[in-house]
């Protein structure tokens, strides 16, 4: 059964870098597929904000791409997503998933942009 | 980047009624790569739906998607109680991935 789990600060200061990495347990990143994030605001849309083979290539939502980092760490069999000189607008609900049809998402983890 | 636009934005209807949400890109999306997805309030978003109209493991046959090119239909045969939610389709042929803005089935 594979699953993702998100962890990171639920708060972090305006102008800062938020910093969340993904957990993945019951298949090894190393093995192949796209590794993404995705987030929604509260009350809003989803947004995919970029994603990462398992090789390393990365691929980023062009709205994103100048503030955005994804990374992946295979011995931890984790991936990892810094985005950078946040604002009130990054506030939102971060997803990590599988593939590039999201076959298999973490549950979610509330990140907040407040002084 | 290829807009998703679906349609109608709120879908009132009673269980056991049939479900027709539609998903228009402004260019063809490449391969069908098209997927829909089911979202509750409070969950993370569960695929149902990939490559336009394969169901992935686990979902109920009443649900069923169609289209190529431009045009995509996610069809819901007969509403269950539990089906009353959010729907998402996603592009994934090209880069950047695209959301549609959500069509929520609410209890009519």
């Known amino acids: 059964q594979v699953q993702l789990q998100e962890s990171g600060p639920g708060l972090v200061k305006p102008s800062e870098t938020l910093s969340l990495s993904c957990t993945v347990s019951?298949?090894?990143?190393?093995?192949?597929?796209?590794w993404g994030w995705i987030r929604q605001p509260p009350g809003k849309g989803l947004e995919w904000i970029g994603s990462i083979y398992h090789s390393g290539s990365t691929y980023y939502n062009p709205s994103l791409k100048s503030r955005v980092t994804i990374s992946v760490d295979t011995s931890k069999n984790q991936f990892s997503l810094k985005l950078s000189s946040v604002t009130a607008a990054d506030t939102a609900v971060y997803y990590c998933?599988?593939?590039?049809?999201?076959?298999?998402w973490g549950q979610g983890t509330l990140v907040t942009v407040s002084s | 980047e290829i807009v998703l636009t679906q349609s109608p934005g709120t879908l009132s209807l009673s269980p056991g009624e049939r479900a027709t949400l539609s998903c228009r890109a402004s260019?063809?999306?490449?391969?069908?790569?098209l997927a829909w997805y089911q979202q509750k309030p409070g969950q993370a978003p569960r695929l149902l739906i990939y490559?336009?109209?394969s169901r992935a493991t686990g979902i109920p046959d009443r649900f069923s998607g169609s289209g190529s090119g431009t045009d995509f239909t996610l069809t819901i045969s007969r509403l269950e109680p539990e089906d009353f939610a959010v729907y998402y389709c996603?592009?994934?042929?090209?880069?950047?991935?695209?959301f549609g803005q959500g069509t929520k089935v609410e209890i009519k």
């Open positions: 019951g298949y090894s990143i190393s093995s192949g597929y796209y």
């Open positions: 490559g336009a109209s």
């Open positions: 260019q063809s999306v490449t391969s069908n790569y």
């Open positions: 996603q592009q994934y042929g090209s880069s950047p991935r695209t």
């Open positions: 998933a599988r593939s590039s049809s999201c076959d298999y």
